[in-house]
């Protein structure tokens, strides 16, 4: 039921969970408010109609207004929290840098994409290498470079700029990485990275937007572990731990997952089915060769008709 006074409406709109609620329902709630407002002080017999356009004041007239997005979405966030805290509701946990950003683990496809590194230590080596095995476009800006990226530099494996950093540096990059040991370097290169680049501060990765985890990969199976900046060396620990785990035998399992999940994906299975074998396909069973070999017989046979 709609809220029948000023103070109930006020209520409802500072009570909710905001973040919780669409945009709809928050223009619903605000509508509540201006119409009690409205008869809170000009009576309840009057129309609900504004004094000079005429325009009703019911949700119809409102559904034009849009609310201000960015604006409504920090304060939303701060005010849920007061809400969660008064009713003891716990909120997800976060993973903050910063003031209050947060990190989110994704997978990014850097094939023909430019990276630029600057610095030529131990540090911009190990950026190097991933970035060649991802397929990138590397340039390393370094006056000097170790003994490694010397090598490297011979084999013309990457650009070399040999110079100290100037913007112009990388104001084409996808990718920059401030690998320099002067930290005062590494916060001007930050400064004037292009707003559209990742950008990783080898030395505090909180003032740039990447950061890099931990991790190992084994054919198609890569797994990554982060402290968020509290401990890379408990993170590379966790990795160490965990490819012991996780060994060669994985690749080729999770190859065999692959191709599986490409075949059910055929129309001769229905969903029900397709997600029935998905879970099926994790037994411990399938871990062995001959049961491998038997359920993709099975999915190969049933797309040519043969299989029932």
Known sequence: MPP??????????YCEPLPYLGEMQLKKCLGAVFQCAYRHFFGPDQPERCPRSGAPLRMPA???????????KG???????????A?????????????????????VNLDGKQAVVIGGG??????????QEAGACVTVVSPHLNDELQVLAQQRAFIWK?????PEDI?????????TNDPETNSRIVTHAPAQALVNDAGHAGSGNLAFPAFFQKGRLSISVSTAGASPKLASRIVNELSRHYDTNYAQYVDFLYECRQLLKQPQFSASEKSEWLEKLLGEAYRKPEKQQ???????????????
């Open 62 to 72: 409102l559904a034009r207004f849009r609310l201000p997005r960015k604006r409504w």
């Open 75 to 85: 304060s939303v966030r701060a005010h849920s929290r007061k809400w969660q805290e």
């Open 171 to 179: 104001r084409e990059a996808d990718v920059v990485v401030a690998a």
């Open 122 to 131: 131990k540090v911009a080596a190990r950026r190097f290498r991933l970035f």
């Open 4 to 13: 029948e006074s000023l103070g109930e409406a006020c209520g409802v709109f």
């Open 87 to 107: 009713r003891g509701v716990s909120a997800p946990d976060k993973l903050e840098r910063g003031s209050g950003m947060v990190w989110v683990p994704v997978m």
């Open 162 to 166: 040999q110079k100290t950093f100037e």
């Open 294 to 308: 038997e359920a993709l017989s099975f999915f190969r046979s049933r797309m040519q008709g043969t299989a029932r």
